[in-house]
C-alpha cells in the first residue's frame, strides 16, 4: 500500500524523528503574584499549588525557576484595598510593591525576564483596567497618560517587557512614545492584542481581588464570537509598534491563536488563563484526569497552534519535567 500512516507511528524514536512540534522551557512565562509582607504565601484557594508570596519569596522563586531553565516571569501585584484610588495612583509609586519587586528580582536574578503588567485594575478601587467616569464608562483616552505612567515606572524598576493587559485603544502607541521620550526604546512591548471578556479569568480576579465592582469589561475587551476582529486589533496593535501580540485565554481561542500567527510578522504569545489551569488542576485532585499527560498534550496544542511563547500556571511543574527527561 503507498500510504500507510502507521509506518511513521510504529517506534518511540520513529515518533519522535517524525514530530512536529516540541515544548522547550525556553517558550514558558511563569506568572506570580506578589503580595505586602514578609515571608507570607498564601495559597489561592481556586488555584491549587499557585501562591500569592511576599517579595522575598517572590525572589527565592525567581531563582528556583531560574535553576529550573525558565527564562521569564510575568508579574502581577495584590495589593491591600487601602492603597487602591480611583485613578490607580499607587502604579506610579516607584517603592510601591510592584516596582520594588521588580527591582528585587533583577538584583537577584539580573537575566531574568520580567514581564510587567499594565492595566489599571490591581489598583483600582473601581476595580476595572481603565478609568471610570461618573456614569460609568470607561474612558479611553483618559486612560492612557495613567497608563503609559505606569509604564514608565515599570521600566525605570528594571522591567524587560512591558505588557498592556487594558485593551484600550492606541495604548501601544501611547506607551511606545511614552517609553521612548524617557528612555527606555529599548524595552519591548507584549500586547494583551486579543483579549476576550472571559469568564476563564475568574481564579485570577480572586487572586488580585480585582473583580470588577460594577459592571463588566465587555466595552474594552473582545467578544468571544469574533475571530475577524482579533485580526484586525493584531494590525493596530503591529502598527503601535507592538513586539509580540498575545491571544488570552488560550485553550478555547486556538483558531484564533492561528489566524494571528498566520498573519502576524511579530510572534505571537498565548495565556493559558487562570481558569484553564484551574480545570486540570480541579480535574486531577479528582482523579478524574491525568494531570501532567493533559498539561503537556494542552500545551503542545499551543505550539500546534503557531504561538512562540506561552504564559502558563503550569510552567514550574512542565520546566521540572523537561528537565528530569533532559
Ligand atoms: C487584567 C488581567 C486579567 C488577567 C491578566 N490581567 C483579568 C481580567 O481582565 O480581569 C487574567 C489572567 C488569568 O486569568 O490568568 N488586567
Given at each position: 500500500?503507498?500510504?500507510?500512516?502507521?509506518?511513521?507511528?510504529?517506534?518511540?524514536?520513529?515518533?519522535?524523528?517524525?514530530?512536529?512540534?516540541?515544548?522547550?522551557?525556553?517558550?514558558?512565562?511563569?506568572?506570580?503574584?506578589?503580595?505586602?509582607?514578609?515571608?507570607?504565601?498564601?495559597?489561592?484557594?481556586?488555584?491549587?499549588d499557585i501562591f500569592r508570596l511576599s517579595p522575598n519569596l517572590i525572589v527565592a522563586e525567581c531563582i528556583a525557576l531560574w535553576d529550573l531553565g525558565v527564562k521569564a516571569v510575568a508579574l502581577f501585584p495584590a495589593l491591600d484595598d487601602s492603597v487602591k484610588d480611583a485613578k490607580a495612583t499607587e502604579s506610579t509609586n516607584e517603592d510601591?510593591?510592584?516596582?520594588?519587586?521588580?527591582?528585587?528580582?533583577?538584583?537577584?536574578?539580573?537575566?531574568?525576564?520580567?514581564?510587567?503588567?499594565?492595566?489599571?485594575?490591581?489598583?483600582?478601587?473601581?476595580?476595572?483596567?481603565?478609568?471610570?467616569?461618573?456614569?460609568?464608562?470607561?474612558?479611553?483616552?483618559?486612560?492612557?497618560p495613567i497608563l503609559a505612567a505606569m509604564a514608565v515606572s515599570q521600566a525605570k524598576a528594571g522591567a524587560d517587557i512591558i505588557a498592556p493587559s487594558d485593551m484600550m485603544d492606541f495604548r501601544i502607541e501611547y506607551i511606545r512614545e511614552e517609553l521612548d521620550s524617557h528612555g527606555f526604546e529599548h524595552i519591548a512591548i507584549l500586547a494583551y492584542t486579543?483579549?476576550?471578556?472571559?469568564?476563564?479569568?475568574?481564579?485570577?480576579?480572586?487572586a488580585l481581588d480585582s473583580a470588577p465592582r460594577s459592571g463588566d469589561k465587555k466595552t474594552y475587551q473582545m467578544d468571544s464570537a469574533n475571530v475577524r476582529e482579533a485580526v484586525r486589533e493584531a494590525g493596530t496593535d503591529i502598527d503601535e509598534g507592538a513586539d509580540i501580540i498575545m491571544v488570552k485565554p488560550g485553550l478555547p481561542y486556538l483558531d484564533v491563536v492561528r489566524a494571528l500567527a498566520e498573519q502576524s510578522e511579530v510572534p505571537v504569545a498565548?495565556?493559558?488563563?487562570?481558569?484553564?489551569?484551574?480545570?486540570?488542576?480541579?480535574?486531577?485532585?479528582?482523579?478524574?484526569?491525568?494531570?501532567?499527560?493533559?498539561?503537556?498534550?494542552?500545551?503542545?496544542?499551543?505550539?500546534?497552534?503557531?504561538?512562540?511563547?506561552?504564559?502558563?500556571?503550569?510552567?514550574?511543574?512542565?520546566?521540572?519535567w523537561l528537565k528530569e527527561e533532559a
Open positions: 500500500m503507498l500510504k500507510r500512516l502507521r509506518r511513521n507511528r510504529r517506534t518511540a524514536a520513529l515518533r519522535a524523528l517524525v514530530r512536529e512540534h516540541r515544548l522547550d522551557v525556553d517558550d514558558l512565562v511563569m506568572p506570580l503574584f506578589v503580595q505586602p509582607g514578609e515571608d507570607k504565601k498564601d495559597e489561592i484557594k481556586s488555584m491549587p510601591g510593591l510592584y516596582q520594588s519587586t521588580i527591582r528585587a528580582i533583577k538584583a537577584a536574578v539580573p537575566e531574568l525576564l520580567v514581564i510587567s503588567d499594565v492595566a489599571m485594575d490591581p489598583y483600582s478601587s473601581d476595580g476595572h483596567d481603565g478609568l471610570l467616569s461618573e456614569n460609568g464608562e470607561i474612558l479611553n483616552d483618559e486612560s492612557l486579543a483579549k476576550y471578556a472571559s469568564a476563564f479569568y475568574g481564579p485570577f480576579r480572586d498565548v495565556y493559558n488563563v487562570s481558569g484553564e489551569y484551574a480545570m486540570l488542576k480541579a480535574a486531577a485532585q479528582n482523579g478524574w484526569l491525568d494531570y501532567k499527560s493533559v498539561v503537556l498534550e494542552t500545551l503542545t496544542a499551543f505550539k500546534r497552534a503557531g504561538a512562540s511563547l506561552i504564559l502558563s500556571y503550569h510552567t514550574k511543574e512542565v520546566a521540572a
